[in-house]
Every structure is written in C-alpha cells, then in structure tokens.
C-alpha cells in the first residue's frame, strides 16, 4: 500500500513558478512510475509528466515540455514537479499518482492504483 500527500500548490501571478511535492508513505517497487495529473474547473483530468521511480526516465505531455520539469528523489520517497513560466490555463488541482505497471501499464491513461489528495494550483493574470 502506498499512500501520496501533496504540497507545494498555491497562489502565483503568470510568469511565475510553483515546486509541487508528493511525499510516499510504503514502498514503491521496482518498476512503479509516478505521475501528475491536473484537473482545470469543468474539464476532464489531465495527464501531464511521468518519472519511472527506480530509473528515472522521464515523460511529458508535449504541451508542457520545456516548462514543466519532473524529478524524483529516491532516498526521501518524494517526488516532484517543477512548474516555470506559469500561464492561468495552468490553474487547477494538481494530483500525483502512483502505479506500480509502470507508465505504459495504466498511469499514463490515468488508471493507476494510488493516488493523492491534490493541491491547489492558482495562477492568475
């Protein structure tokens, strides 16, 4: 069983950056992947980036490349994503999730079996 808790969202004018962090409680086996996902008001969740936990190959949405960083920090269980250059479409609640499958096994479609409570992201113009 693992158990996900966010932080790290909040207020933020456009141009700006957030550091969103996502602390693991249980053991993450070999092979899981950590994903965000985001949720606007009205609109469908959203994949947007994906880190393998053990190796650290990375996955991003195209919209969001060269913005928006992810990284993982294997010793502290947490995992995290970078948001530069902030724009108010960005604005929702930001969710991280867990699956043991890997990237390719559910997560990226949004089907993974651990997921966290959110945290909210603002970013007005």
């Known amino acids: 069983q693992v158990q996900l808790v966010e932080s790290g969202g909040g207020l933020v004018q456009a141009g700006g950056s957030l550091r969103l962090s996502c602390a693991a409680s249980?053991?993450?086996?070999?092979?899981?992947?950590m994903g965000w996902f985001r949720q606007a008001p009205g609109k469908e969740r959203e994949f947007v980036s994906a880190?393998?936990?053990?190796?650290?190959?990375?996955y991003y949405t195209d919209s969001l490349k060269g913005r928006f960083t992810i990284s993982r920090d294997n010793a502290r269980n947490t995992g995290y994503l970078q948001m530069n250059s902030l724009k108010p479409e960005d604005t929702g609640v930001y969710y991280c999730?867990?699956?043991?499958?890997?990237?390719?096994?559910?997560?990226?479609?949004?089907?993974?079996?651990?997921w966290g409570q959110g945290t909210q992201v603002t970013v007005s113009s």
């Open positions: 999730a867990v699956d043991p499958r890997g990237i390719w096994g559910g997560l990226r479609d949004g089907k993974a079996d651990y």
């Open positions: 249980g053991r993450i086996v070999s092979g899981s992947a």
């Open positions: 880190i393998y936990w053990s190796g650290g190959t990375t």
